[in-house]
């Protein structure tokens, strides 16, 4: 999808645009049954440089700013560290990409906690705060996540209740 990147900037307080071009949700089977790993990965339009290149985990926070535009946290190339990122895209696309990214973290988090290494689904640990972002008056959409359980191969028994797109 085509979309542009942003970077929360903690000393100015402020959203420093990284880029525009293609982000990439990329899987990779693993040996383990109904697994993946997947990564974030998007590349500047002109130049074709990475300037997002993150792998899904469980504690990773992920949130829907407004209806174009999903916050996440995820690694900084240039340093290493957790950053807060901002994907600005067109409604559809940005729809699509959250429920894409919110399946695999929710799988993340269930297999997590059947092995006993992460935190509990219904406990969110605090993590970085989220900064605002001024959307202009768009109205942000109702969602509701319901807990419907784990499986027992690691996927993801949760549902998500707000309008569904059909393409």
């Known amino acids: 999808m085509t979309c542009k990147l942003f970077v929360f900037e903690k000393a100015s307080q402020s959203w420093c645009e990284r880029g525009r071009g293609v982000l990439r949700l990329n899987d990779l089977d693993t040996e383990q049954a109904a697994s993946l790993q997947s990564r974030l990965v998007m590349r500047n339009q002109g130049s074709l440089k990475v300037i997002l290149n993150t792998k899904l985990w469980a504690e990773m926070r992920l949130h829907r700013a407004t209806r174009k535009n999903l916050q996440l946290t995820a690694t900084d190339l240039e340093d290493g560290s957790v950053r807060v990122f901002l994907i600005q895209a067109s409604v559809k696309e940005i729809t699509r990409l959250y429920l894409a990214i919110h399946h695999r973290l929710v ?19 605090p993590g970085p705060a989220f900064p605002h972002f001024d959307s202009e008056g768009e109205g942000d959409e109702a969602q509701v996540l319901t807990r419907l359980g784990c499986s027992r191969t690691g996927g993801s028994d949760w549902s998500n209740n707000y309008p569904r797109m059909c393409s």
């Open 107 to 125: 799988a993340l988090r269930c297999r997590a906690v059947e092995q006993g290494s992460g935190p509990g689904l219904e406990a969110e640990e």
